[in-house]
């Protein structure tokens, strides 16, 4: 695949290589991956499923189906039936292959976007779009339309009226909407609403997509564990596809991800570490001439002090502090840096002093 960009993250590793070099260590804030325990019960539920020499399937235990369904009313007040959801080996894979899936010719996603959206339009051969704008595409078919709320890397929310919008600007012209919901439990001074909640989809969920993982919830980036849900026609599709490709959850995955989705006291206290993290580190980036904008949900702060993203990345890792430019996410993002949650106290306190 020619086309494919290079991978991004490659191009952080001389300022890596500077931030650790510091006396103190690296305090890597560039990446989204988890750093705190997986939830003993998890962990409990994966060792007892342990024992699992056949074939899973495809579609996922009945349990675990029940309890993303539940996860989904009790928190999100979105019904769903349990057929219509789908495991999926980590929402990533999913990004990546939907427009294959779909057989999609043009794929729409945001301006400032996850860059997997664009890649999984190439290897489908399709031409990518980045548009915040859908009325500005003009008169040539869409297939496919990502929507990302709260948003990476800007942790923006998008508000219910918007999402309305683009429910019923897709219906009239027969393009899917998938919404990329991976931080929805993370929403800090707002509260994310998912495109299949009925204040948006008007309790349809026809030519609708939400993708969900437990990456971020439930630290479970290594366990690779999410599920999609909506139109039930096009989950039925997506899983007689996925039966032929063989992608399958492994079982003691699948038993770990239902009692991770079935229990929202281990999610509540990780919750509660990312927002102490957030409060000990904005005040002092700010000080130091950070302004921060969007991030008002999610795992990121979406940062400028006014010059180009790689000199911003340049000036933090002279302090041993990774951060990610905003290039990576679209050109839109070239002042601007991504500032991950996902260290540890001790480095966040370490960045603190850092920036003091």
Request: hydrophobic content about 40%; some cysteine.
């Amino acid at each position: 695949m020619n086309n494919l960009p290079d991978f991004p993250w490659d191009r952080l590793e001389p300022y890596k290589a500077r931030a650790l070099a510091h006396p103190d260590g690296i305090v890597d804030l560039s990446v989204g991956t988890p750093v705190d325990p997986v939830p003993p019960l998890v962990q409990s539920a994966l060792v007892e499923a342990a024992n699992s020499p056949g074939y899973p399937l495809t579609h996922g235990t009945k349990a675990l189906r029940e309890a993303a369904a539940g996860w989904l009313r009790r928190r999100h007040e979105v019904t769903v039936e349990p057929s219509d959801v789908l495991p999926l080996i980590g929402s990533k894979e999913f990004v990546a292959w939907l427009p294959s899936y779909l057989g999609a010719r043009r794929v729409v996603f945001p301006e400032l976007a996850y860059p997997t959206y664009d890649v999984g339009a190439r290897l489908a051969g399709a031409e990518a779009t980045a548009s915040d704008g859908l009325l500005a595409l003009g008169p040539q078919h869409v297939d496919l339309v990502w929507v990302n709320s709260p948003g990476n890397p800007t942790g923006r929310v998008l508000p219910v009226e918007h999402l309305r919008k683009v429910v019923a600007w897709a219906r009239e012209r027969g393009v899917v909407v998938a919404s990329d919901e991976c931080y929805i439990e993370l929403g800090w001074e707002e509260r994310p609403v998912s495109i299949l909640h009925p204040d948006v989809c008007e309790g349809s969920h026809e030519g609708l997509l939400a993708v969900h993982s437990l990456s971020k919830r439930s630290n479970l980036a290594g366990y690779r564990a999410g599920f999609v849900t909506g139109d039930p026609a096009l989950v039925k599709r997506l899983l007689e596809i996925r039966k032929h490709a063989g992608m399958l959850m492994p079982a003691p995955v699948q038993a770990a991800m239902t009692a991770a989705l079935g229990d929202d006291a281990h999610a509540e206290e990780q919750r509660e570490r990312y927002a102490r993290r957030r409060v000990q580190l904005r005040p002092v980036l700010e000080k130091a001439g950070w302004s921060i904008e969007h991030s008002t949900a999610g795992l990121y702060f979406w940062a400028t002090d006014g010059t180009s993203s790689w000199e911003q990345v340049s000036k933090l890792s002279e302090i041993g502090i990774l951060v990610a430019p905003g290039e990576f996410y679209g050109s839109a993002g070239g002042r601007h840096i991504r500032i991950a949650m996902t260290a540890t106290d001790e480095r966040i306190s370490a960045a603190v002093r850092r920036l003091q």
